[in-house]
């Protein structure tokens, strides 16, 4: 669901990434599918986000990110009918306020993220009637306020993010599932604030 940015200033020991983003409008995503008799896969997603940022280096890299939401709606929703699917069936519905992601492969990276959502409610719906399937189903419905992502094998690498999170958050899954040879899943997941940072050594 994440969009690629690269570095906004460079140099030969490094990056420099400074993301500011600042989102007052409504975004709205709806996916309606009808899905009937196919002899492989069936899958979908609708994603509706109102700042999205992702951040990949193989050098040293100082990142700032600012992201700041105001909007009065940031809506995703996916209406699934799916019959006769010989092979997997997977479905999500994704509403997210602020999101970013970091990934680096240097000697240093120095993170500092600053994510505030304001908006009204980030909300995510999925509906889905499902039946006749031979493989497996998967069905996922979220919906965040503000995600923070980071990992990298930097031996030095502070890290600072701050999470300010004022809106309602709403993910809703109704499912029907019937004749299903595989394996089902159903999930769904609101969230205010998510952070998750993995900082892995690579030396023997």
């Known amino acids: 669901m994440l969009s690629p940015a690269f570095a906004g ?6 990056s420099v990434i400074l993301n500011g983003q600042v989102n007052f ?7 309606n599918v009808d899905v009937q008799d196919v002899g492989g896969d069936a899958v979908g997603q609708s994603v509706a986000g109102g700042n999205v940022v992702d951040i990949t280096t193989m050098q040293d890299t100082k990142v700032n990110n600012q992201q700041y939401s105001k909007s009065a709606y940031i ?3 996916l209406n699934a009918n799916v019959n006769n699917v010989s092979g997997s069936v997977g479905y999500s519905s994704q509403a997210v306020c602020n999101a970013a992601d970091v990934s680096t492969d240097p ?3 120095d993170v500092y993220s600053n ?4 908006a009204q409610d980030p909300a995510s719906t999925l509906n889905a009637a499902v039946s ?3 493989g497996d189903v998967s069905l996922a419905g979220s919906s965040v306020g503000n995600n923070f992502a980071e990992d990298t094998n930097a031996p030095n690498a502070p890290v600072e993010t701050y999470q300010i999170n004022s809106s309602a958050t709403y993910s809703t ?6 004749g299903v040879h595989g394996s089902t899943s159903a999930t769904s997941a609101a969230i205010g604030n998510n952070a998750e940072i ?7």
Do not use: M, P, W
């Not at 994510?115 to 304001?118: D, K, M, V």
């Open 9 to 14: 200033n460079s140099t030969d020991t490094g």
């Open 25 to 31: 409008n409504v975004e709205v995503s709806k996916l």
């Open 75 to 77: 809506g995703s929703e």
């Open 107 to 109: 000697t240093t990276t």
């Open 115 to 118: 994510q505030e959502c304001r």
């Open 132 to 134: 006749n399937v031979s």
């Open 173 to 178: 899954v109704n499912a029907s599932i019937a």
């Open 198 to 204: 993995v900082h892995y050594g690579t030396s023997n």
